[in-house]
């Protein structure tokens, strides 16, 4: 299989990130969303985002959006600012073919030149091996898990925090 190129997302992916979303939301339990939203809310999300000066990225292969992922704010003190929470989907039809892979190695190097120290995974579902794995091959290392989180498709879900140090990580003052 021909690997993903990855690049910046543009206004006219919003469609295909819409629908992978969405499934994702209607089927999974990486997002606690209970209804996908349209793709005038992926839009605006999408720009909100931009506009922090976070990276969204998307995979792409034949011409076709497979993917994407995106950094955001961990949380929104400002004693947080060099920590970004990241997210990343993959298409159906493409899980195991090394998109998200290549979706999270180019999120990383973004996020890293752009002098964020801590990236951290916030996993829907302890039983979610795909995106844990994912992660610890990416050299996430497990930080926590917040059991029964939260509630859908009938059941109690927990997440799982996975950290990754970015650049010199807390190694050195960021500021300095």
Request: with cysteine.
């Amino acid at each position: 299989m021909t690997p993903p190129s990855i690049r910046d997302s543009r206004p006219d992916d919003i469609p295909a990130i819409a629908a992978i979303y969405g499934h994702w939301v209607a089927h999974g339990l990486a997002s606690f969303e209970l209804e996908p939203p349209d793709p005038a809310e992926i839009a605006r999300r999408r720009d909100a985002i931009l506009a922090a000066g976070y990276p969204h990225l998307v995979a792409e292969r034949g011409g076709r959006v497979i993917g994407y992922a995106y950094a955001s704010a961990y949380r929104p003190r400002p004693g947080y600012r060099f920590a970004v929470e990241n997210s990343v989907y993959v298409a159906p039809s493409e899980g195991r073919g090394g998109t998200g892979r290549a979706l999270l190695d180019a999120l990383i190097a973004r996020c890293t030149a752009q002098g964020f120290r801590l990236m951290v995974a916030v996993i829907g579902d302890s039983a979610n091996a795909p995106s844990i794995g994912l992660h610890a091959a990416a050299g996430f290392t497990h930080a926590g898990m917040l059991p029964a989180i939260g509630w859908k498709h009938g059941r109690w879900v927990d997440s799982v925090l996975m950290t990754r140090p970015l650049g010199e990580g807390a190694t050195t003052d960021p500021m300095g």
